[in-house]
């Protein structure tokens, strides 16, 4: 079955830590991007790529980092310079920049 | 900049009755697609609706229609025949569709239309 998988579902990390949160596809899409949802918000964009090895920072990038070394594959780190990076985290995918983007379960991260 | 705006913070309907969702945007892109996700108390969002802003017709999904005013700028999204498995939260979202401009490929969201569906 064709997909977004992100993992884990829940994950819980002491204050001043790094972590990564995994997003994979098997859609064989180019782009795919991040996206960050607080309670009752909609989502925002934390970085995108368009194609390996290529990616840019959207709205509110600082304290995250991404790297796209192959087409499948974009972790997220959330880094301790992150504010306030307890959130739903969101990973999206699409053919090309203007097409459709198909969401994965998504990762809901809490910092003690 | 683009900008999405979700007036009705809260909907409710009687099962088997149709709902319209409010959606206004705001964008200075001569080229651009309009959005309606779905989101489920489990988080995932689930694609609906897509609307382009050159199409002549308004798009249709089963029962999923999206009122496309461009004149006005707004872009409701109407659900026939409600069925209790529809209660959810509701995000319009719009991205530029010029390759090059800032807003190429990006999303924005609104704040979202919590539905519940009465039976």
């Known amino acids: 079955d064709g997909g977004i998988t992100q993992s884990p579902k829940y994950l819980f990390r002491k204050e001043g830590q790094n972590v990564t949160l995994s997003c994979e596809q098997n859609l064989n899409h180019d782009a795919m991007y991040w996206y960050r949802q607080d309670p009752g918000q909609g989502l925002r964009l934390i970085y995108y790529s368009q194609i390996v090895n290529d990616f840019q920072k959207g709205d509110i990038a600082e304290g995250y980092s991404v790297s796209r070394e192959k087409k499948e594959s974009f972790p997220l780190t959330v880094t301790s310079a992150q504010k306030n990076p307890t959130a739903f985290y969101l990973c999206?995918?699409?053919?090309?920049?203007?097409?459709?983007?198909?969401f994965g379960p998504g990762t809901r991260l809490t910092v003690l | 900049a683009q900008k999405i705006t979700q007036t009705q913070p809260g909907m409710f309907v009687q099962e088997k009755e149709a709902v319209t969702l409010d959606c206004t945007y705001d964008t200075s892109d001569p080229s651009y697609g309009l959005f309606w996700y779905k989101q489920p108390s489990s988080g995932e969002m689930i694609f609906l609706i897509y609307q382009g802003s050159y199409d002549q017709q308004n798009a249709t999904e089963g029962r999923y229609s999206l009122n496309f005013q461009k004149a006005r700028k707004s872009a409701n999204l109407v659900i026939s025949a409600s069925q209790l498995g529809d209660s959810a939260m509701y995000f319009c979202a719009m991205r530029g569709a010029n390759a090059g401009g800032t807003s190429y490929g990006k999303l924005t969201f609104g704040q979202g239309t919590i539905l519940t569906v009465h039976p």
């Open positions: 999206a995918s699409s053919w090309q920049g203007p097409d459709t983007q198909y």
